[in-house]
């Protein structure tokens, strides 16, 4: 449940950023492995949006690809299935230079891109 506090300060950013201008849309990265559910963020941005000139505004959320990368040569490769599974499994197999030490560098993301005001 921490999509409220997560949608709380994405509308206080809109806000401050809108300037006093009716907001329209507004677009967010978001990766499978963020742990949020989109339904879920438009639902408290209703809720928390009333009243406000980010009433009515348009969510539109923009994917993220899961992404490993070598600590040792640099090498990223992305991942197909994002499940926990696949991605441990990911890591756990190495790169192609022999390295065992990878991180997932991308995927995890929740961030606002832009407003369209």
Do not use: N
Not at 67 to 72: D, K, N
Not at 84 to 102: N, P, Y
Request: overall charge negative; some cysteine.
């Amino acid at each position: 449940m921490h999509e409220g506090p997560a949608t709380r300060e994405m509308l206080e950013l809109v806000l401050a950023h809108a300037g006093g201008r009716r907001v329209r849309v507004i677009r967010l990265r978001l990766g499978p492995l963020a742990g949020m559910v989109p339904e879920c963020v438009e639902l408290y941005f209703e809720q928390m949006s009333k009243g406000t000139v980010a009433e009515g505004a348009t969510l539109v959320f923009e994917p993220e690809a899961v992404e490993v990368t070598c600590r040792g040569c640099g090498e990223r490769r992305g991942i197909d299935d994002a499940s926990r599974t696949h991605v441990m499994e990911a890591l756990a197999a190495g790169c192609t230079c022999g390295a065992a030490d990878l991180s997932v560098t991308a995927g995890a993301a929740f961030y606002l891109t832009s407003i369209e005001v």
